[in-house]
């Protein structure tokens, strides 16, 4: 079985355009990352702050 459109599936026809960064794109990106490490900081801090009450709870009760 031959088809005459065969030769148009070798995927040049769905490729996408290069995605090419801007120096804005890398800013934007840069202030995500330092908010995030923001908040990782922040909830590891309060995650240690839980743990030390916890234990001195468990302490004091035991």
Same mark, same amino acid.
């Given at each position: 079985m031959e088809r005459a459109? $065969?030769?148009? #599936?070798?995927?040049? =026809?769905?490729?996408?355009?290069?995605?090419?960064?801007?120096?804005?794109?890398?800013?934007? $990106?840069e202030k995500k990352h330092e908010k995030l490490i923001k908040l990782y900081a922040e909830q590891a801090l309060e995650r240690?702050? #839980? =743990?030390? #009450?916890? %234990? %001195? =709870?468990t302490q004091a009760c035991g």
């Open positions: 459109d $065969l030769d148009q #599936l070798d995927g040049t =026809r769905y490729k996408q355009a290069t995605f090419v960064p801007t120096a804005s794109n890398y800013a934007a $990106l240690e702050i #839980l =743990r030390d #009450l916890l %234990k %001195k =709870r």
